[in-house]
């Protein structure tokens, strides 16, 4: 979100997610630190599912996810569409199931389709969601700022040696970086990339 700001492109953030039971934190507290994100990097437009579905979002048909996110593309028509990383999580599972279902080809327009793969956990029991890694390099710059927001989810910022702290965030950013040369990147998973002419 802070490359596509700097582009001065638009940014449209929907979460299924926000908080409640499951997580053990209120969703008023994780719904105001998701704000303060989107704040924080000038989106666009956010919106959020206001079901309390946190760690039930299995039990949401896949066929109405999906067509949740058909409807998302529809009307936003996207150029590129981010959606989070597979991981053990029944919530995370669920989500990208139904990403892979509005990946299908649409007539006329098909937006890129990437999971995104720096999240701590995702590779615990998945490494590869259908699709090829893609290493996207950061500036330092960039990765203060990113390290910035992240310190916004006070819910689920954890001090060292977490992953969710900052020096498991810059440790798993300069693995990335390593992997391709860079001191610093990201990693995502290409779910479908039509290549125009």
């Known amino acids: ?14 979460t299924f997610c926000v908080g409640g039971p499951a997580s053990n934190v209120a969703t008023e507290i994780r719904l105001e630190e998701l704000k303060n994100v989107a704040k924080y ?9 206001d079901r ?3 760690g039930r979002l299995s039990t949401v048909n896949n066929c109405e996810l999906t067509a949740h996110i058909d409807k998302l593309i529809r009307t936003i028509r996207p150029e590129e569409v981010y959606c989070t990383a597979m991981s053990e999580h029944s919530d995370h599972i669920a989500t990208v199931q139904a ?7 649409k007539t006329g327009y098909m937006p890129k389709l ?15 969601p259908d699709g090829g ?23 689920q910022f954890k001090p060292s040696p977490s992953p969710l702290g900052i ?27 039509i290549r125009c002419e």
């Open 133 to 155: 890694k893609i290493f996207q390099p950061m500036s330092e710059e960039l990765f203060l700022e990113k390290c910035e927001a992240f310190k916004l989810h006070q819910s």
């Open 99 to 105: 990403f892979k279902g509005a990946a299908r080809l």
């Open 52 to 54: 309390e579905l946190d």
């Open 41 to 49: 990097f000038g989106v666009h437009e956010l919106s959020w599912d």
């Open 1 to 14: 979100m802070a490359r596509a700001k700097r582009r001065g492109d638009q940014v449209w953030l929907h």
């Open 114 to 128: 990437f999971a995104i793969g720096t999240y701590p956990f995702s590779d615990q029991l998945y490494s590869m």
């Open 167 to 193: 020096d498991g965030i810059e440790t798993q950013a300069r693995y990335y970086g390593m992997m391709c040369g860079h001191k610093y990147a990201e990693l995502y998973y290409q779910l479908r990339y």
